[in-house]
């Protein structure tokens, strides 16, 4: 028996199916579907949908309310009433198209109306309606998009931000040099050693204890042995945590006793070798979220609960409030499901019950001891109520951490009253923070925060997109792609761009083979060198996938003649037509289609279009060039001279003659000129002047680039010093391989960069151990957090690592360690110093040149 549908395509652009709706499935149904379907059947199914679906249909052939009846099923299962259509392309073939907002939770609704179908012809009992719509739920949820990236994505749209899915799953906002990552709550610019110390709570308490900023007393603790030496000193109550720990897994609060100090312990044990011990701090528990060092929201959040009715024992009233529809697991939704867990029986445990006491009616039972939304908290908005001082202090502890979003977790008696008045701390500064309990509070005014972050990575008016001028016809297109890329890369600009041989980048070729397809156009608009994009967009993308764009500043079609007809349900060059019209009309209404005056199929393409019109042709007498211009239009044309024209309202600039360029094999090769004329003026709406124009498509020739900056060398008292900016290990990598070229003795003056990590220090001293014979180590004017011992001690174990019986000195000022260097090296070997502050460096090392007066570049 034949499945209903022969084939599917998945669009996620622009398609030809529908001009409004990007993300859609176009599914192909297979007529001989409907031999094995009689009229008895169709009674059967009709009857089938509308009691469990509730849907109809008002189609004639009830043939075909089948086939609606399998979208409107398939919109349902999504959870959605979602477009769909009927859609004829061709005669005697029928495809049914329905969006879809998760493209595997779509794919799965489609999947599982037709095993309804199929179920109900061969006599068998079909998936229920709940059922069906519980498996398609799970698919959408494991590929959905997080609350809190969900809430950036729609602050995003909202700006005309493009959105795509980048490799390992990151959400790329933007296009080119303009796009930035996000990772929920973790911006384009979150700092990774924020992250870090965030992610350390005890780093975390060192960092603002260093400031004066209020934290609970404490000890890191890795024994069991050492907790009766702290009992004294802090006192109880007393609270444990894992070091590394998130989300509230694994804290224990409340601690009255040696013997559940001891459970605290090895219950954060169970994650962390190191368990923080602290004086716990009596009082609300108040999240601060702030973005940009911008105080921007805060919460109240309130343990798990439930409340008793008198009837219903916990067990079941954790299950009822688990049944409310904005409950999900984990971070799916915007509260979180309560786990009656070992957490949960140990707090009812302090209240004297168990999850099978019945609680009297209005009687409130907490079954968390800390209120993170993870654990099935709640959330209530007191933005309005915080103190000043309050606010000033989260965006002091922001910068502190030195995070530009972060969640700082407050335990006060009254917000509403400075921190230093009421004894509240500062317990915890999250990194990637989540922004559902912000935006969906349980009580109080709904805050906006994904806009916030959005703002931080786009200046005022930024939308994040690069200029795209996209490319198609059936001959020519090819050849039209290059000339484009290269006239704006004349221009000065980094392009990249897409076509049948290959994807280049800035004029080198990254990929080869065909390449005219919207992976490709993804690829290089994910590509963050490059600020215009020229992108070929062949048929075979088209049908397969749609377009790898949203919209594009600039289209040409070259031309429409048939090419691989009967492929694809195409069959005439009208559907050719059809499939290329896409992309003129995915140009923004304020950017130019160019069109082939001379193609009656392509010129009757702007009868479908909502942007700005061009025409071009070699027949500057073609009527439809006249026409256009008798209405005011733009075209560009080749006369009977072969002298090339941009006309418009204003009047005519010459550009070239045909035969002074180069690929038109002196205006012979009249199909170059038309591959020609299109970018004459496709450049021009690009901001060029016409007689850049001229040089740019004349010339043809890539220039290559130099980088400055790197390996300055100088000559100080006959001996060759070397300033370069190789200030961690990789740098030094690279450093390593252009001394290996170089005879003679290397002294290198190295430091560690305080903020950095303990190993990358350690593998700094073991490159430099391998590459030079003398080592001076010095410091930096700024020990970023890191003592001269703990900096000399580090290097020293990387280069005795590599070489045991290597000697070095230490002279902690630079510009003493250059001239002590400079003084006692032999003539003609080499000093080499690197320095993450090349400039401040290169002043010390002119005016060590200067004191011995043989200062040579």
């Known amino acids: 028996m034949r499945r209903i549908f022969s084939e599917s395509r998945v669009m996620r652009g622009p398609n030809m199916w529908s001009a409004n709706h990007h993300k859609i499935i176009a599914a192909k149904f297979d007529p001989l579907f409907l031999l094995d379907v009689d009229e008895n059947m169709q009674r059967t199914l009709s009857q089938y949908f509308l009691e469990n679906y509730k849907v109809t249909c008002s189609h004639e052939d009830t ?89 950036i994505i729609s602050a995003a749209r909202k700006r005309n931000i493009p959105i795509n899915v980048g490799p390992a799953g990151y959400i790329i906002l933007g296009h080119g040099n303009k796009q930035r990552r996000i990772s929920a709550a973790i911006s384009h610019y979150t700092s990774c050693i924020g992250v870090n110390i965030a992610g350390n709570k005890q780093s975390t308490k060192k960092f603002l204890e260093s400031a ?39 804290i224990t609060c409340d601690i009255t006793n040696f013997e559940n100090l001891l459970i605290g312990f090895r219950y954060a044990n169970e994650i962390s070798n ?182 931080l990575m786009y200046e005022e008016g930024e939308n994040g997109r690069i200029p795209i001028i996209a490319i198609t016809g059936t001959n020519g297109k090819t050849t039209t792609t290059r000339l484009m890329a290269h006239a704006l890369s004349f221009a000065g600009r980094k392009v990249g761009f897409s076509s049948t041989d290959g994807i280049y980048i800035d004029g080198e070729k990254i990929q080869a083979g065909d390449c005219s397809g919207p992976q490709s156009a993804k690829t290089i608009l994910q590509d963050m060198t490059i600020d215009t994009a020229v992108l070929e967009c062949a048929r075979g993308g088209i049908i397969r996938s ?40 995915s140009v923004k209404k304020d950017g130019w289609t160019i069109l082939n005056a001379a193609d009656e199929l392509v010129y009757e393409m702007k009868n479908k279009l909502e942007c700005n019109i061009a025409l071009f042709c070699t027949d500057s007498e073609n009527k439809n060039i006249k026409s256009h211009l008798e209405q005011g239009g733009t075209v560009v044309y080749a006369d009977n001279n072969k002298d090339i024209y941009i006309h418009h309202s204003e009047g005519r600039i010459f550009i070239f003659n045909a035969t002074e360029v180069p690929i038109t094999r002196k205006g012979k090769a009249g199909f170059m ?26 010339s043809f020739i890539p220039t290559p680039e130099h980088t400055p900056g790197r390996i300055n060398e100088f000559k100080i008292n006959g001996v060759n010093v070397i300033l370069d900016y190789a200030h961690n290990p990789h740098g030094l990598r690279a450093l390593a ?16 960069t305080g903020d950095r990590r303990e190993e990358d220090i350690i593998e700094f001293g073991r ?64 000093v080499v110093i690197c320095a993450d502050n090349a400039t401040y460096t290169l002043g010390l090392t002119q005016e060590v040149a200067m004191e011995f007066q043989n200062f040579e570049k």
């Open 274 to 455: 190191s368990v923080i011990i602290e004086k716990e701090i009596k009082g609300n528990d108040y999240r601060l979220l702030v973005i940009g060092n911008r105080f921007i929201a805060g919460s109240l959040r309130h343990p798990a609960s439930i409340t008793g009715d008198g009837y219903l024992n916990i067990n079941k009233l954790v299950e009822r409030e688990n049944s409310d529809h904005r409950r999900g697991n984990g971070h799916e939704n915007i509260l979180t499901k309560i786990k009656l867990d070992a957490d949960a029986e140990l707090c009812l445990q302090k209240q004297g019950l168990t999850t099978t006491c019945i609680p009297r009616a209005g009687q409130v039972v907490f079954l968390k001891l800390t209120a993170n939304l993870s654990t099935g908290g709640t959330a209530e908005d007191v933005t309005d109520l915080i103190h000043p001082s309050n606010k000033s202090l989260a965006e002091k502890v922001s910068r502190i951490i030195g995070l530009d979003i972060c969640g700082i977790d407050i335990i006060s008696q009254d917000i509403s009253l400075p921190l230093h008045e009421n004894g509240g701390a500062v317990i915890e500064v999250n990194a990637a923070p989540g922004l559902r309990m912000h935006q969906y509070p349980n009580k109080g005014i709904a805050r906006e925060v994904g806009e916030p972050i959005v703002d």
């Open 673 to 698: 000129i038309e591959n020609l004329l299109p970018v004459v003026l496709a450049s021009y709406f690009s901001g060029m002047q016409p007689s850049h124009i001229a040089l740019a498509l004349k």
């Open 63 to 151: 043939h075909h309310c089948i086939f609606d009846f399998a979208l409107q099923t398939a919109g349902i299962l999504q959870g959605e009433n979602l477009y769909h259509n009927l859609i004829y392309p061709t005669p005697g073939i029928l495809y049914g198209i329905i969006e879809y907002n998760v493209e595997e939770a779509g794919k799965e609704a489609l999947q599982l109306t037709s095993d309804i179908i199929y179920s109900i012809i061969r006599g068998e009992e079909p998936l229920s309606k709940a059922e069906a719509i519980e498996r398609v739920k799970a698919i959408a949820k494991r590929y959905a998009h997080g609350p809190s990236t969900s809430l």
């Open 546 to 585: 749609g377009l790898g764009f949203d919209y594009c500043d600039i289209a040409i079609v070259t031309n429409v003649a048939e090419d691989h007809l009967g492929l694809k349900d195409i069959y005439s060059v009208e559907d050719l037509a059809f499939v290329k019209v896409v992309v003129p009309q």
């Open 212 to 250: 004066y900023i209020p934290v609970p007393k404490g000890f890191v603790v890795t024994d069991e042995n050492d907790l009766m030496e702290i009992v004294p000193t802090l006192g109880y109550p007393l609270v444990t945590k894992p070091l590394n720990g998130n989300q509230g897994r694994n």
């Open 767 to 830: 490159i430099s151990a391998s590459m030079y014979d003398d080592i001076i180590i010095r410091f930096d004017r700024d020990l970023r957090g890191r003592s001269k011992e703990s900096i000399v001690e580090l290097l020293s174990r990387g280069i005795y690592d590599v070489n045991p019986q290597q000697s070095y000195q230490v002279i902690p000022d630079t510009k003493s360690a250059l001239h002590f260097a400079v003084s006692n090296a032999d003539k003609g070997s080499y």
């Open 737 to 752: 391989g252009y001394l290996k070229n170089i005879s003679g003795r290397k002294l290198g003056i190295i430091t560690g």
